[in-house]
């Protein structure tokens, strides 16, 4: 909080909670709103800069579970998702990728799906945005550097693969996260 706790401000929040339909011990609640910190408005905005980082650290890795997931999958699907790793800044096409794994095509596809629930293009464009996000954080690199790096051929396929893949584009996300380290 930033303010200290009143009665006043403690009956308008119960009122409204109860308007929700909120049940609960409300001297139990009453008790920790009194006891709750008051904090100054810089540790307050520091706390939420905490969170942010947090947060986006959260997404990034929840994103690249998403990636990586570890299911019981056949030797030629283990050994795709390592080739793919190993080689995804380079040019990579289903049919190289099939190659690798030794099965056709078509099997390759099927199997694919399967085993991670996505296409090899959508497949291979997360892979490269969890990775050019992990070259964006550094502030010192460009963004056609990182896009280029990761094995995307053009900068409207990247921005386009990382807007859908993040949620925001490549700019957003890298302002993000300087604004919240230089003032913490």
Same mark, same amino acid.
């Given at each position: 909080?930033?303010?200290? @706790? #009143?009665?006043?401000?403690? *009956?308008?929040? #119960? ?17 920790a709103y009194f006891r #709750? ?8 905005? =520091? ?28 030797? $030629? ?5 390592? /080739?793919?790793?190993?080689?995804? =800044? ?7 990728? *099939?190659? =690798? *794994?030794?099965? $056709? ?10 085993? #991670?629930?996505m296409n090899f293009i ?16 550094? @502030?010192?690199?460009?963004? $056609?550097?990182?896009? /280029? =790096? ?9 921005? %386009? ?12 996300? %890298?302002?993000a996260l300087p604004k919240? %380290?230089?003032?913490?």
């Open positions: 909080m930033l303010k200290n @706790p #009143t009665k006043k401000h403690f *009956a308008t929040i #119960t009122r409204q909670l109860r308007a929700w339909g909120y049940k609960t011990d409300w001297r139990q609640l009453e008790r #709750t910190c008051v904090l100054s408005p810089d540790r307050y905005r =520091a706390m939420l800069r905490l969170l942010s980082i947090f947060a986006q650290h959260l997404s990034i890795l929840s994103n690249q579970l998403v990636v990586g997931r570890e299911k019981e999958e056949s030797t $030629s699907m283990a050994r795709t998702r390592q /080739f793919i790793e190993k080689h995804q =800044a380079e040019p990579l096409s289903l049919g190289r990728v *099939a190659h =690798a *794994a030794n099965i $056709s095509r078509h099997y390759f596809c099927k199997m694919f799906k399967k085993a #991670t629930g959508d497949y291979l464009s997360r892979v490269r945005v969890e990775k050019s996000k992990t070259l964006l954080l550094n @502030p010192n690199s460009r963004i $056609s550097e990182a896009a /280029f =790096a990761c094995g995307f051929q053009s900068m409207t396929n990247f921005n %386009r693969a990382f807007k859908r893949i993040a949620g925001r584009s490549p700019t957003q996300f %890298r302002e919240l %380290r230089r003032s913490v």
